[in-house]
């Protein structure tokens, strides 16, 4: 298995919803990333998790809340997002310079 | 610190052009360099990369040599086709005091015209 899914594909949410977006990787990569990616943009690095701990937390507000219950998963808890939220979000997995990306979730906060 | 710094888009060229695409990049150390493709709606793909000075990555026509003299990943193909049409990331794995990290250049967006 090379490969990182994410799920949903696609997610439209009201700004009082709460919801979560899940990355599951079986390659054991033993870190883990979330990136946040606008149109033609470069993807915007979110928090990075080592070996389950999180390691970076690139000042992303607190209505975006990341969980790694184990060492294949890392979810995204989302909550009273804003409009300006609706994005591309990318999870990445890594074990020793090279990342694989999952295919995104594309998010719309309406 | 490390950086990388890409060509600007957008880039229109008929089918069987000659592709080039300048990456250069800042690094502390030996960083690893790579180049991903992202075509309309989907994630990055990795499209090749190069671990060391002179290497050279190769995949789908696409190559890129690793010039530290430089400081470059110039991305090059032969003959472009339709289906090439996508936005292309050069982008380098380097040392922080955190551990590796990766850096993105801004993208080019790539259109390939009949």
């Known amino acids: 298995d090379t490969e990182v899914t994410q799920t949903p594909k696609h997610l439209v949410m009201g700004m009082t919803n709460k919801k979560s977006l899940k990355c599951e990787q079986h390659?054991?990569?033993?870190?883990m990333y979330w990136y946040k990616q606008k149109a033609k943009k470069p993807p915007e690095l979110m928090f990075v998790y080592s070996y389950e701990k999180l390691s970076i937390n690139e000042s992303v507000p607190s209505r975006f809340s990341p969980e790694c219950p184990n060492s294949s998963l890392l979810n995204l808890h989302l909550h009273a997002l804003q409009p300006e939220d609706s994005a591309l979000y990318l999870c990445?997995?890594?074990?020793?310079?090279?990342?694989?990306f999952g295919s995104g979730t594309r998010l719309t906060v309406v | 610190g490390n950086s990388v710094t890409q060509m600007e888009g957008p880039v229109t060229l008929s089918e069987e052009a000659f592709l080039t695409i300048n990456c250069t990049y800042t690094a502390t150390g030996y960083p690893s360099l790579f180049w991903y493709v992202q075509y309309p709606g989907e994630g990055l793909q990795l499209l090749l990369k190069?671990?060391?000075?002179?290497d050279k990555g190769s995949n789908k026509g696409f190559e890129a040599t690793y010039r530290k003299e430089t400081t470059s990943f110039h991305l090059e193909k032969g003959s472009v086709q339709v289906s090439d049409s996508a936005v292309y990331f050069c982008a380098l794995s380097g040392r922080t005091n955190t551990g590796n990290q990766f850096y993105f250049g801004t993208g080019t967006s790539l259109t390939v015209i009949p």
């Open positions: 390659m054991g990569h033993r870190a």
């Open positions: 990445a997995s890594s074990l020793s310079g090279g990342y694989t």
């Open positions: 190069a671990t060391k000075a002179d």
